[in-house]
């Protein structure tokens, strides 16, 4: 991170008292990213037998895989709360890991979407949570950022995206359960909110110093809020493939290209937690290019679409070695250096 950001988060660690060897007080809240990208996955895969004729034998497998995981961390994380308060309290303090509390209404949110066709009570359930949860969560955030705190450019970074991405994640499962009129508003505050960050995002990407390594994962974040909003869009509007569609999916799709130019420079970074950004933004992306593709007939952008899912596989198979790997290692629940 930058020294600003390194400064104010070592001063947090202090007063958290926990000491390097404590992994519970280290567990990080950015871990339920890994639950949001693999019911990403489970839904792109999902998209994928539908488009080829096949049983939903694999989605649903991978959507009881991220369920699991995201019990597992949600319990750990749980008692962290009620052993570490402190430690939870100086992630809430941090500039950065504030903006990954939402993580978990989000893969609430997605879990519902999972679960819609297999179980609808379930995903009612599951999205009442998730939806009433992130409310709470990101606008409370927003507050801390307008007017608890004094925040500076060094803090601003892709992550802050995540609040705005959980509102328009809402109409997905929203829509199909019958809450129409409550999916319009968070998909309002949701494009609205993305609309005022991505300004200030990339004039902090531009005219100031660059993201540290650890978060340069970060920048495909800035694919998921034009992806998720395109898919939203095509909830609430019952399927209609108007111009502010087509400029959603392909704001979406420009924005992976940013990022992709950036590959070379993202191939050479050791293996952090802000790699799990890659995962949902992709699956967001890889679900609209089937959405889209379907809605325009075109042979190209569905080849477009099984190319992506391939990516999409591949990085989450990477993700998953990866981060095994690191536990194996003692590398997580580590303070951050």
């Known amino acids: 991170m930058s020294d600003l950001v390194k400064g104010k988060g070592a001063g947090l660690a202090a007063e958290a008292g926990a000491p390097a060897s404590d992994r ?29 004729g096949a049983g939903a034998t694999a989605s649903t497998a991978i959507a009881a895989f991220a369920a699991v995981l995201f019990v597992v961390i949600a319990v750990i994380y749980v008692a962290k709360i009620i052993r570490r308060p402190a430690a939870v309290l100086a992630d809430w303090r941090h500039p950065v890991r504030l903006s990954f509390f939402p993580t978990v209404s989000i893969a609430l949110l997605l879990l519902a979407i999972c679960a819609l066709q297999l179980a609808p009570q379930v995903a009612e359930s599951l999205w009442l949570i998730g939806m009433t949860l992130h409310l709470y969560v990101s606008f409370t955030i927003v507050s801390v950022w307008i007017g608890q705190r004094a925040f500076e450019p060094p803090h601003l970074n892709p992550v802050w995206f995540i609040p705005a991405v959980g509102n328009i994640v809402v109409p997905l499962a929203g829509v199909p359960l019958g809450y129409v009129e409550v999916s319009w508003f968070f998909f309002s505050i949701g494009v609205l909110f993305w609309l005022v960050l991505v300004s200030l995002v990339f004039n902090r990407l531009i005219f100031h110093n660059p993201l540290p ?53 993202l191939a050479t970074l050791h293996f952090a937690l802000s790699w799990w950004a890659y995962s949902f933004p992709l699956a967001a992306l890889t679900t609209a290019a089937a959405v889209y593709s379907e809605a325009v007939d075109s042979l190209v952008l569905r080849v477009g679409f099984f190319t992506l899912y391939g990516l999409l596989a591949a990085v989450m198979a990477l993700l998953l070695f990866l981060t095994i790997r690191a536990i194996a290692r003692d590398e997580i629940c580590r303070p951050e250096t």
Request: no cysteine; net charge positive.
């Open 213 to 265: 390594e650890r978060l340069l994962p970060t920048l495909m974040i800035l694919v998921a809020p034009p992806a998720v909003a395109f898919l939203a869009y095509m909830r609430l509007t019952e399927g209609a493939l108007d111009p502010f569609a087509r400029v959603l999916f392909y704001a979406g799709l420009g924005l992976f290209l940013l990022v992709a130019f950036q590959v070379q420079r």
């Open 24 to 52: 519970l007080a280290h567990f990080p809240i950015a871990l339920f990213a890994s639950v949001m990208g693999s019911a990403g996955f489970a839904i792109a895969t999902h998209r994928l037998e539908q488009v080829v």
